[in-house]
């Protein structure tokens, strides 16, 4: 079946403006999360969701990063007046309720000039 | 403060030949360990996990070993094939909690 799909695969923006990342979870599974991975270092954790409500979000940076999950499926993660420092590869994972193996997705490439 | 750590960035091992990634955790909570491979512009999939009630697991070429005691998990391949050339991710996780914490990886080449 597929997999966790993200898209863009690559989004180039300019320092202050909006991005928007999307992520589709493998169907059926109901817990999905967002990681960042920057250059050298491992998946960083950013928020997970249980069906529509973020269950934990202790691992956004700061009050520019969101992530809305309204029909517990799709996933979007938002991020307000970027910075350089934002820079990274955005991670996707899901996993069924059941379990705790997280299966991700390809990540969007994210580059702040 | 990282908590899970891959102290070796890279690994060159001959085909046919045993690899072995190592990783070390400082959080005494963490009782489930994964390790997770990653090619290139793909995101990293799963390949073998180990409870802490547990020392060994094993599946097919892979093997994890986990060490409490010494707060330590190695992953061993046997044998190295060219195809196991990427980067390994280890990952742990207090099972009260769904947050995997990753270590910075090791690149794996098997040299054909």
């Known amino acids: 079946g597929a997999g966790v799909s993200q898209t863009p695969s690559n989004k180039v923006t300019e320092k202050g403006k909006y991005v928007e990342l999307r992520c589709d979870p493998i169907?059926?599974?109901?817990?999905l999360y967002w990681y960042r991975q920057s250059l050298g270092q491992g998946p960083e954790f950013l928020i997970y969701?249980?069906?529509?409500?973020?269950?934990?979000d202790s691992g956004l940076p700061n009050d520019r990063f969101f992530a809305v999950r309204p029909e517990g499926s799709v996933s979007t993660l938002k991020i307000q007046r970027t910075e350089r420092g934002d820079s990274a590869v955005y991670l996707c994972?899901?996993?069924?309720?059941?379990?705790?193996?997280?299966?991700f997705g390809p990540g969007t490439r994210l580059t702040v000039l | 403060d990282q908590q899970v750590k891959q102290n070796s960035p890279s690994l060159s091992v001959q085909e046919g030949r045993i690899s072995i990634l190592n990783c070390d955790y400082t959080?005494?909570?963490?009782?489930?360990f994964l390790w997770y491979k990653k090619y290139p512009a793909e995101g990293p999939t799963f390949l073998i996990s180990?409870?802490?009630?547990?020392d060994k697991n094993e599946d097919g070429r892979f093997t994890v070993f986990l060490n409490k005691s010494a707060k330590h998990l190695s992953l061993h391949i046997v044998p190295s094939q060219p195809g196991d050339s990427a980067v390994y991710f280890c990952?742990?996780?207090?099972?009260?909690?769904?947050?995997?914490?990753f270590g910075t990886g090791t690149r794996l080449k098997v040299l054909a």
């Open positions: 994972a899901s996993s069924p309720w059941d379990s705790n193996e997280q299966f």
């Open positions: 990952a742990a996780s207090d099972s009260g909690t769904y947050k995997y914490i």
């Open positions: 169907s059926g599974h109901t817990a």
């Open positions: 969701f249980q069906g529509t409500g973020a269950a934990d």
């Open positions: 180990i409870s802490s009630i547990k």
């Open positions: 959080n005494s909570m963490f009782d489930y």
